[in-house]
């Protein structure tokens, strides 16, 4: 499950407005496949782990090839019902009840005759929800909460975005918390900057920032969408050559109101801190980029206190990808 | 041997002047033990490996009473043969092949006749080595070279002890750079830091920390041993009332003469950034522990510029500790 968790954190926010889902394939005691949900549209983590655990021992069947989801369900039930029933699987998130374009992830696991289903978190989703009771009827063993605490982290993003508005603050700095002097990331956490560009509603930034580093804030890396734009400011007067104002389709909104984040479910926050500081209360994650060198340069300036605990971490590269969340205290 | 590559690190630093060496027990594809070298004098990791192995499948065998490795060496040979037949040792340095107060761990594990030795490095101390002819002279199946390149990393700091001396930089902040500011590490952290100085030879730190902060740089967490201390310093003049100058037995060098930590083999510096720019060239580790909150105060000044790689890291509690290695760009 540990695994399962992993790989869904390597799309955690990407799979907007889906959840981050991870799912592992086991076969007497050895590992067939670690999958996740990578994009909305794309197949659930369920049905990745599925095909990539049937390729593992059948690398040249026709499957390689498929990619779409209900091609994929439709192959599996058609040519691998037997494989499957020796394997278990581990999914983070309850498998999906919802019959759609697609059969349900349930519906797919008992067809397929696996052995046994650990579940981390259970369905919070009202519509998708019924997949372990469709597993049990169907007399696959099936072991809840595995995890769970873990597995509902994952969950945050897709919630807050179920009901209201997920913000999230992202931030690069240097080991000695250095935040500018010319580039600190490379291209790799650049591009991973870019896709989660390419997933937000609207980017928020400093008006200070705005008029200093003449940014552009768009998605070059992936060729992907470019957000709205909110920019934090008391004086409404920008230069409209900064590049940000140039790209087309965009709306940059200039404001100093911020319950206008709350119009949009998906807000991603860059720039400098004392935006950060009107806003603590409302972040839910911090991302932090953190790349291992020592620069000269300007350190963060923190005008206020902060306790978080790290929910989650991972290499980009050779760069640390870290996400926080703030520490109520209260709890 | 990625499971005994971390657990190696827990104690990395600390099994000084041994190398930092971790095993992992298997058989049938389950793990039975993961265990570490955590101490000069204590067993080997294999040793506390195979002993925990065996008491995970026997939980009330008299083994557990048994914490002396020549005791741990006889028990196993004289009431445990049979039960390591089926199992497999992964280790991350070569077993060694010096029989000292205690039969060597090649030995060991050739009587116990393990079904199969996974090894990371060789042993690169001539003394004892010959672990690797010794266990496949006996048919016993050995592969080596097993994530070969982490396992060497981990003996750096043992590399450097047998030749000459291991000098690495401590310090702690919190996420957003902050280095004062009252303390920033939980007890948890401090206690660790506590045990680096009973370990280490000489504690070398700055002149304007000592006047600033006017420390006692004791072990008074863990009631160890308190390192001699080298203020690096143009001023000679120091208030003897400082706590540092009140440990007994303690030397104090007062120096800018930073030639003298090559008199010791193993040095710690804590402190400011002043004396790390001026020593990073000689610098094997850098150690930082990082706390993840935002605090108020001095962020660090750095004022040269380096890169790193993260060789490894973990948690202490739900702090990080961080273990950096200076990147030659000539490599």
Redesign the interface.
Known sequence: MKLAIDEAWKFQLLTYPNPAVGAVVVKN??ILSIEAHRKAGEAHAEVNALKAAYLKENPNSRLKMISAAHEIHEYLLNNCVDFFESCSIYVTLEPCNHIGKTPSCAQLIEKLKLKKVFIGSLDPNKEASGGKERLITSNIDVELNIMKKECDELLLPFLKWQKNTFIFYKTA?T????IDGGYISSNQALAYVHTLRDKIDLLAIGGNTVRTDRPTLDTRFIQGNNPDVFIYSEKKIFDKTIPLFQIKDRKVIISENLFTLLDYKFVMIEGA?NLLEAIIDKIDYLV?LIS?????GK????????????VHEN?IG?E?I?F?KK?NKNH
Chains 1, 2 share one sequence.
């Open positions: 005691g050895a700095q080991i000695n918390g250095t801190y932090l291992p060198k020592m620069k000269m350190n963060i300036l923190s005008n206020f206190e902060c306790e978080f605990e790290i290499f050779n640390k870290v926080l520490l």
